[in-house]
């Protein structure tokens, strides 16, 4: 079992009244959800990438102090997460992990280059689009 960290879930140890169910306290992660995992960490990390680009004038594959604070921060959390499996993105999550100040760089970081993305990696973008149409049409189903 992983040593736990601050933001893991409560309790402590890994069995008794606070066990975690599905989460990944063990490392566990099965194939589907380790590339889910690994295809949102790249899209995430291009999106801060042409953002940093736009804004702080970097080199391509390069990060200024200020958009690698995020990007780390922002794989600590997808590597924590324990919902990967059945949900989406982390917009369309029960559980807002991220603390408001990085929250809001996110969603910032989003909005520049969530359109730029359908130049600069339209497969990316074209995925996106797709798993955000299965999310809604999951979420209309349960409601009918």
Known sequence: MRARQGGD???GEADGPFACKGCRCDGADDAATAK?????LDTV???IGIYCQGHHATERGELCAHCREL???VVQRIERCPLTESKT????CPVHCYRPEMRERIREVMRYAGPRMLLVN???AFAHALDTMRTRHRSEKKSV
């Open 9 to 11: 879930r409560a309790g």
């Open 71 to 73: 990007s780390d921060y």
């Open 122 to 124: 339209p497969g990316k």
């Open 45 to 47: 990390q291009r999106m």
């Open 89 to 92: 993105f982390c917009s369309s």
């Open 36 to 40: 889910k995992r690994q295809r949102e």
